[in-house]
């Protein structure tokens, strides 16, 4: 089939390249020049595990292709992706104005029948939008889906490959066939292909991140009552998701959530919500702890060093939203970092692939950057961990310590056994556990 995936980013990549993979002759389309460019030389502009190999090989086997000429490659494409960002706007509300832009060009660009798959993250309501958009511009025949994409960063080749299930919105029995025949590869051991109208395959996906996110929340202020309440929060996260009506994932207390989805999409669907005069006010809630806890590491550390924090430096582990990414969109860090450098303190951290992000978008020189995770520990006031990458979960703690100026350790990720911080000789401050003084 020949598909078309306009937006090169996270999810459109992902999608171009899994289904290149599977045989497809695909144009992966965006207007970011530099993106394109680097694609084009089999260099991928973002890190996700697998996504090189996979890209490289399709662009050699001549599967897939990159182009900056966006209404060519929708007419070249039977089945057209919408995978462009929808960022929040001011009021919260997902804009739409990338969705609708591309429209605009499959609208000018209707040289036959069409499928047309939005695969961005979009309000009840858009595929109307989408389809509106497209008719000013033509009369031609083609079919809006929605077809949410509920891929996790650092894990999106294998989630994209081996769904739990594939929801697609119709509105037409034309486009059925054609999201059959696309996905038929990838949903050959039963998961499901689950087709349904095209509002609720819209309010499916922010459905699913709301509720992951209340979950994280949920653990969050229970994480706070286990301080005071000397329990363990990652006792009462074994104890209770353990019950298989609960399960076990999305139950970890840390220094918050963040990254290019739950919060912007608990935002929109609250602002879908007061646009309906629909009480969402348990998502109302859910934000306002997650910013919270966003703050609760620069609270911990003011509270052990006072508020001002001139002449102290400190080292930051992690500052990608989650392990495996690159990706700084909302993330924890960002808010830990910006707190301390305004407290007056100066910072050294490490990732292990977000650095240029970090320099480019985030931070830019006003901290340091270090080339591994003890470089960044040298002369240090304390270590504060905020993202949990492997490789920071099992340091020698010898190197550690001598490497800090003293061994205090503030871990927003709950990595480490405070009997065993406590048998090593730190100073450690967890998330609702036991702190060692
Ligand atoms: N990142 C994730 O983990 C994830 C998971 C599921 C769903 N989503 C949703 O998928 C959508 C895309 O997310 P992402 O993380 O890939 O975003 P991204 O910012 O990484 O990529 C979006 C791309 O779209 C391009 N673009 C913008 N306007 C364009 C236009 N008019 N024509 C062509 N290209 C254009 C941008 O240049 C950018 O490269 C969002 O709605 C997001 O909520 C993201």
């Given at each position: 089939?020949?598909?078309?995936?306009?937006?090169?980013?996270?999810?459109?990549?992902?999608?171009?390249?899994?289904?290149?993979?599977?045989?497809?002759?695909?144009?992966?389309?965006?207007?970011?020049?530099?993106?394109?460019?680097?694609?084009?030389?089999?260099?991928?502009?973002?890190?996700?595990?697998?996504?090189?190999?996979?890209?490289?090989?399709?662009?050699?086997?001549?599967?897939?292709?990159?182009?900056?000429?966006?209404?060519?490659?929708?007419?070249?494409?039977?089945?057209?992706?919408?995978?462009?960002?929808?960022?929040?706007?001011?009021?919260?509300?997902?804009?739409?104005?990338?969705?609708?832009?591309?429209?605009?060009?499959?609208?000018?660009?209707?040289?036959?029948?069409?499928?047309?798959?939005?695969?961005?993250?979009?309000?009840?309501?858009?595929?109307?939008?989408?389809?509106?958009?497209?008719?000013?511009?033509?009369?031609?025949?083609?079919?809006?889906?929605?077809?949410?994409?509920?891929?996790?960063?650092?894990?999106?080749?294998?989630?994209?490959?081996?769904?739990?299930?594939?929801?697609?919105?119709?509105?037409?029995e034309g486009a059925r066939p054609v999201l059959e025949e696309?996905?038929?590869?990838?949903?050959?051991?039963?998961?499901?292909?689950?087709?349904?109208?095209?509002?609720?395959?819209?309010?499916?996906?922010?459905?699913?991140?709301?509720?992951?996110?209340?979950?994280?929340?949920?653990?969050?202020?229970?994480?706070?009552?286990?301080?005071?309440?000397?329990?363990?929060?990652?006792?009462?996260?074994?104890?209770?998701?353990?019950?298989?009506?609960?399960?076990?994932?999305?139950?970890?207390?840390?220094?918050g959530y963040g990254g290019s989805c739950f919060p912007k999409?608990?935002?929109?669907?609250?602002?879908?919500?007061?646009?309906?005069?629909?009480?969402?006010?348990?998502?109302?809630?859910?934000?306002?702890?997650?910013?919270?806890?966003?703050?609760?590491?620069?609270?911990?550390?003011?509270?052990?060093?006072?508020?001002?924090?001139?002449?102290?430096?400190?080292?930051?582990?992690?500052?990608?939203?989650?392990?495996?990414?690159?990706?700084?969109?909302?993330?924890?860090?960002?808010?830990?970092?910006?707190?301390?450098?305004?407290?007056?303190?100066?910072?050294?951290?490490?990732?292990?692939?977000?650095?240029?992000?970090?320099?480019?978008?985030?931070?830019?020189?006003?901290?340091?950057?270090?080339?591994?995770?003890?470089?960044?520990?040298?002369?240090?006031?304390?270590?504060?961990?905020?993202?949990?990458?492997?490789?920071?979960?099992?340091?020698?703690?010898?190197?550690?310590?001598?490497?800090?100026?003293?061994?205090?350790?503030?871990?927003?990720?709950?990595?480490?056994?405070?009997?065993?911080?406590?048998?090593?000789?730190?100073?450690?401050?967890?998330?609702?556990?036991?702190?060692?003084?």
């Amino acid at each position: 089939m020949n598909v078309t995936v306009v937006g090169s980013g996270y999810v459109g990549l992902v999608v171009g390249a899994c289904l290149a993979e599977t045989g497809n002759q695909v144009a992966c389309a965006d207007i970011d020049e530099r993106k394109i460019g680097m694609l084009n030389e089999g260099k991928s502009p973002i890190y996700e595990p697998g996504l090189d190999r996979l890209l490289q090989r399709n662009l050699a086997e001549g599967r897939i292709r990159f182009t900056t000429d966006v209404a060519d490659a929708v007419r070249e494409g039977q089945v057209v992706f919408i995978a462009v960002g929808t960022p929040p706007d001011e009021d919260g509300s997902a804009d739409l104005q990338h969705v609708l832009a591309v429209a605009r060009v499959i609208g000018q660009n209707l040289v036959d029948e069409k499928v047309v798959i939005t695969k961005s993250t979009v309000p009840v309501g858009t595929a109307s939008k989408v389809r509106e958009e497209i008719e000013k511009h033509t009369d031609g025949t083609f079919h809006v889906c929605s077809n949410p994409e509920f891929l996790k960063e650092g894990a999106a080749i294998d989630d994209f490959m081996r769904p739990d299930r594939v929801v697609c919105g119709i509105e037409s029995e034309g486009a059925r066939p054609v999201l059959e025949e696309l996905y038929e590869p990838f949903v050959r051991s039963g998961n499901p292909l689950i087709f349904m109208d095209i509002a609720s395959a819209e309010l499916t996906k922010y459905a699913a991140n709301a509720m992951l996110a209340t979950r994280i929340s949920f653990m969050n202020q229970i994480a706070a009552l286990c301080e005071a309440a000397g329990a363990d929060v990652t006792m009462v996260r074994r104890g209770v998701g353990s019950d298989p009506r609960i399960g076990a994932s999305f139950l970890y207390a840390g220094a918050g959530y963040g990254g290019s989805c739950f919060p912007k999409d608990v935002r929109a669907l609250i602002q879908t919500g007061e646009e309906m005069d629909v009480d969402l006010s348990i998502l109302k809630e859910v934000h306002e702890t997650n910013e919270r806890q966003k703050k609760v590491l620069g609270r911990k550390i003011r509270t052990r060093f006072g508020e001002d924090l001139s002449g102290k430096s400190f080292a930051v582990w992690g500052l990608a939203f989650k392990p495996e990414t690159d990706d700084m969109r909302e993330a924890a860090s960002v808010t830990v970092i910006e707190e301390l450098l305004a407290a007056g303190a100066t910072v050294t951290a490490h990732d292990p692939v977000a650095e240029e992000v970090a320099r480019e978008w985030y931070l830019g020189d006003r901290i340091e950057y270090a080339q591994d995770e003890y470089a960044a520990l040298s002369g240090a006031d304390a270590l504060v961990v905020v993202t949990e990458w492997l490789q920071y979960r099992r340091p020698s703690w010898e190197r550690v310590k001598a490497a800090l100026e003293a061994p205090i350790i503030f871990d927003g990720r709950n990595l480490y056994d405070p009997a065993r911080m406590r048998r090593h000789g730190f100073e450690y401050y967890p998330i609702g556990r036991e702190q060692v003084r």
